[in-house]
């Protein structure tokens, strides 16, 4: 089973900021990787697959990163939006499909 | 315009069944791969179950092989989750997913996600 791990656990920006998010693999999955955002008492929403592509209808304020077991996701300026928890998941080899623990962008 | 309109879930007693249903609309149902993914409560994401946009492959979480069974009705654009034998460590929120990739055939996917429904609470306490 391959292991996502992502840091921080938790990110704290200002609105208007720059986040960086980090998500590890333990072995690579070379490009197959998606990330999504999930706000409170939502389900999660698809923004980057493919570790670069943008999801139909995503701003491009959203940028991902990355190849084998090394992958970011970058939003330029935080909307209020954006405050949420994001979720790495590799889709390369499974099953099982996996998914990182999350981590939880809130306001400074 | 995509949708996935769940139903099923609701508060079953340790070792009781339960049956999950995602209705999709606004695309081709049979076209594409389905799954289940779950959320225990304040907890992450976890993949329970795919099944190929023909029905011909299933995959399972080893949590769950055994014990739930992924079924699908092209004809009526449904999706379903028949969970047997549940425990408390199967409290969550489940949502039904659609896989991104398109196949006419209904035999290719990808194994990401890019519509979900709006989940559906199963609770399983005595």
């Known amino acids: 089973e391959i292991v996502m791990t992502q840091s921080p656990a938790t990110l704290s920006v200002s609105p208007g900021e720059r986040a960086t998010l980090s998500c590890r693999a333990s072995q690579s999955v070379s490009t197959k990787l998606a990330w999504y955002r999930q706000k409170p008492g939502q389900a999660p929403r698809l923004l980057i697959y493919?570790?670069?592509t943008r999801a139909t209808g995503i701003p491009a304020r959203f940028g991902g990163s990355g190849s084998g077991t090394e992958f970011t996701l970058t939003i330029s300026s935080l909307q209020s939006e954006d405050f949420a928890v994001y979720y790495c998941?590799?889709?390369?080899?499974?099953?099982?499909?996996?998914f990182g623990g999350g981590t939880k962008v809130e306001i400074k | 315009e995509v949708q996935l309109l769940e139903s099923g879930g609701g508060l079953v007693q340790p070792g009781g069944s339960l049956r999950l249903s995602c209705a999709g609309s606004g695309f081709t149902f049979s076209s594409y791969a389905m799954a289940w993914v779950r959320q225990a409560p304040g907890k992450g994401l976890e993949w329970v179950s795919t099944?190929?946009?023909?029905?011909?492959?299933?995959y399972y979480a080893d949590s769950v092989k055994g014990r739930f069974t992924i079924s699908r009705d092209n004809s009526k654009n449904t999706l379903y989750l028949q969970m047997n034998s549940l425990r408390a460590d199967d409290t969550a929120v489940y949502y039904c997913?659609?896989?991104?990739?398109?196949?006419?055939?209904?035999?290719?996917?990808?194994?990401?996600?890019?519509?979900w429904g709006q989940g559906n609470l199963v609770t399983v306490s005595s």
């Open positions: 998941q590799q889709y390369y080899n499974w099953p099982p499909l996996t």
């Open positions: 099944i190929s946009g023909n029905g011909g492959s299933r």
């Open positions: 997913a659609k896989d991104l990739h398109y196949d006419s055939s209904g035999y290719y996917y990808e194994g990401c996600f890019d519509y």
């Open positions: 493919g570790a670069s």
